[in-house]
């Protein structure tokens, strides 16, 4: 069962029509949440992020649109596939007709839920994308149905037998991995991009970030990485939403430790 404006239907019910612009143009964005023990995993920061990227997309965001009704949406969508742990997708596409230029501003919603197993993997290999690049600008830090990139990227992975691989923007630094945020750690140093190298504003990214600062035992920092910073790093790791956490093991011919991540995904334990 799908939501689709906040009525519960079936998946299999033709909700969105081909004109949908989200089709046409990938006129959309969407939330990936975590819904564990009937709790939507860091929910606020969700609903900001939404909102946030629904502005500067100059979407009509509906005065019915509060943090409260973002939750209880998900959590109605939830309770109607009797589940517990799952992966929530929420989708805001513009519902107007028109080319390139809309007739109007005005929204609709899509709720989709699927169950999933979270845990991470003892080995993870993963590789460089180089045949097609990220913009570096404020517009692909959000997560817009624009991602043919990650598409082409995630099947190059499969086709060379990779978990995952490193997009590269423009200027050939590291942005992230297909699927998730990526830092690495040197010493007691922890880096990751900064959101102007174009990789996407993670909430798992930003949970870390703070959590870090905090802690006197690392040093984090946002700063731009050269693809060979990823060979002279002693750990590399990923994070998303529903992952959590996940240490990359193999890069190319290099061997990773992973014990640093083991000890921040401790810290993390209770946030997701």
């Not at 965001?61 to 992966?87: C, Q």
């Not at 099947?155 to 060379?160: G, R």
């Amino acid at each position: 069962m799908i939501n689709f404006n906040g009525e519960i239907v079936s998946e299999n019910t033709n909700s969105v029509d081909y004109n949908n612009r989200g089709f046409k143009y990938g006129d959309s964005l969407f939330e990936t949440l975590k819904v564990k023990q009937e709790a939507v995993v860091f929910c606020e920061d969700h609903y900001f992020r939404l909102m946030a990227s629904m502005r500067m997309l100059r979407m009509e965001i509906p005065m019915k649109f509060t943090f409260e009704f973002f939750e209880s949406e998900i959590l109605k969508t939830i309770n109607a596939n009797n589940g517990d742990e799952n992966r929530v997708k929420f989708t805001v596409f513009r519902d107007a007709e028109g080319l390139y230029a809309p007739k109007n501003n005005r929204v609709s919603y899509v709720i989709e839920v699927k169950k999933v197993k979270t845990l991470t993997k003892e080995t993870y290999v993963v590789d460089l994308y180089k045949d097609f690049l990220i913009n570096p600008n404020l517009l692909s830090t959000v997560k817009t149905n624009n991602k043919i990139t990650n598409v082409l990227a995630s099947i190059y992975a499969k086709e060379n037998k990779f978990d995952n691989c490193v997009l590269l923007n423009t200027n050939k630094n590291v942005v992230e991995f297909t699927n998730g945020n990526i830092f690495l750690i040197k010493g007691g140093v922890i880096s990751t991009p900064p959101l102007s190298d174009g990789c996407v504003k993670g909430v798992m990214r930003k949970n870390i970030i703070d959590i870090l600062s905090k802690n006197k035992e690392f040093k984090i920092e946002e700063v731009s990485i050269s693809p060979f910073a990823i060979q002279k790093a002693d750990e590399v790791f990923l994070t998303n939403a529903i992952i959590g956490i996940q240490s990359i093991t193999n890069y190319r011919k290099k061997t990773f430790s992973t014990q640093q991540t083991h000890n921040i995904k401790q810290l993390m334990f209770n946030l997701s």
